[in-house]
């Protein structure tokens, strides 16, 4: 079943989660397509996890254009979302339609997700209209880190639980058709899922929402270092691409590969030419030497 903006709606109407991974690339897009995940996000955690940046603030529209281009090419049925990057977005609402229009143009993307709530909801009105669909991102927001002081759950006062709350209520009424919750209490994240009529996708945010979004690279296991508290490993694919590594390194030293089964063979009568026409050369070329020297 191909996803839509109408499905991941009749979704949440009928109860039934959604699922969302971040992808980055062609091959694991193939991967994700053929098992039935629902959406895929081109995150501008793509900063951290492909480009190794400290935060999410450097990458450029041009950057998320290129991997969500990428990723479009395996997609059949998936949903595709690209993120909108730091100061996309922000500067005006005549920047945030045209770096949505380019998202959707030169990315092949079906809809954006930009960040904040209220504040950014004049931008949600004018990308709508422009009949782009938006995902909205609230709770943390990994662009306002350097406001935040950090990584931090987000809502665990009376004071910012409310704010959060009244986010969700102004995203849905600027015409969002879904809002990612990000390291959001679980009872909150709930009462939000109930109270708005879009799907809800949580990340940090427990059960209680529409739907689910993970880091791929986090799920999978690929990164040694730290883990987030909302992160489950589905598979240990770091210890064993390291492994496979290890293994490589070890037997080109060794010669072990590549064995006979992967080498390409030649007639023998060929190769015997092969050589005698190198050894004829090789008598030219000492006669040839000879003379120099003479
Ligand atoms: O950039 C990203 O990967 C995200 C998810 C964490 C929701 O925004």
Redesign the pocket.
Known sequence: MKNTVTTLQQMKNEGEKIS?L?CYDYTTACLMEEAGINAI?I????GM?MMGYSD?LPVTVDDIIHHCASVSRALKNTFLVA?MPFMSYQTSVYDAVKNAGRLIKEGHAQAV?L?GGASVCEQIRAIVNADIPVVA?IGLT?QSINAFGGFKVQGKNIERALQILEDAKAVEEAGAFMV?L?CVPEELATLISEELSIPT?G?GAGSGCDGQ???YQDMLGMFSGFKPKFVKHYANIGEEMKRAFFEYDAEVKSKAFPAAEHNFKIDKEVMDEVRASVHKSDLKISEKQKKVIA
């Open positions: 969302m971040t996000l995150g501008d955690s793509l996890t999410t993120d997700k960040e991102h990994p990612t990000e996708i990340i979004v993970l880091v």
